[in-house]
T-cell receptor, first 115, second 112 residues
Framework: DAGVIQSPRHEVTEMGQEVTLRCKPISGHDYLFWYRQTMMRGLELLIYFNNNVPIDDSGMPEDRFSAKMPNASFSTLKIQPSEPRDSAVYFC?????????????FGEGSWLTVV | QQQVKQSPQSLIVQKGGISIINCAYENTAFDYFPWYQQFPGKGPALLIAIRPDVSEKKEGRFTISFNKSAKQFSLHIMDSQPGDSATYFCAASKDNNNDMRFGAGTRLTVKP
């Protein structure tokens, strides 16, 4: 399997612009997560889906952030309007509740810089 | 949201030494405790994990020690190598619930 695929890998945008990050989870995984990583706050869970349904979005920082999962193989995280403090690495991850535990498989991240 | 507290923030160890990273959790409902390893420019990847029915798990040079009463667990890297230089995250979740909570991370540098 190709693993979790994220795009874009790097994005530089101006404050106020809309940013859309995309994710393709591993086929057969029914959980999808969006995490944000910063030096100050480490790895934060923003939202996660189970079978395409959002389960917990309490980590979404504010209304400027939204996430969708229209089908089992695609999810987006949107920031509108973007602000410099949104600069971070955004990770998409997926998992399935297998017998060996809740292993989460991460993508390589989308590096976002808002100037 | 910080349900898992990790220390130290950074750690420098000489080659061949022992690296020790500590974590503490609050939610007694957690029953799965993994450690993830992240190399620069990559996403975190599962390194080793433990469940609270055992006090220790060893895989090669990596050992998790678990203290259920203290709600603490730690990662020990024996004979640390420069290739182990990475950021390490502890995490916790409830089984059958994929709501994984991560610690803040420890940046390990192993000097040759």
């Amino acid at each position: 399997d190709a693993g979790v695929i994220q795009s874009p890998r790097h994005e530089v945008t101006e404050m106020g612009q809309e940013v859309t990050l995309r994710c393709k989870p591993i086929s057969g995984h029914d959980y999808l997560f969006w995490y944000r990583q910063t030096m100050m706050r480490g790895l934060e869970l923003l939202i996660y889906f189970n079978n395409n349904v959002p389960i917990d979005d309490s980590g979404m920082p504010e209304d400027r952030f939204s996430a969708k999962m229209p089908n089992a193989s695609f999810s987006t995280l949107k920031i509108q309007p973007s602000e410099p403090r949104d600069s971070a690495v955004y990770f998409c991850a997926s998992s399935w509740p297998g017998a060996t535990g809740n292993t989460i498989y991460f993508g390589e991240g989308s590096w976002l810089t808002v100037v | 949201q910080q349900q898992v507290k990790q220390s130290p923030q950074s750690l420098i160890v000489q080659k061949g030494g022992i690296s020790i990273i500590n974590c503490a959790y609050e939610n007694t409902a957690f029953d799965y405790f993994p450690w993830y390893q992240q190399f620069p420019g990559k996403g975190p990847a599962l390194l080793i994990a433990i469940r609270p029915d055992v006090s220790e798990k060893k895989e090669g040079r990596f050992t998790i020690s678990f203290n259920k009463s203290a709600k603490q667990f730690s990662l020990h890297i024996m004979d640390s190598q420069p290739g182990d230089s990475a950021t390490y995250f502890c995490a916790a979740s409830k089984d059958n619930n994929n709501d994984m909570r991560f610690g803040a991370g420890t940046r390990l540098t192993v000097k040759p």
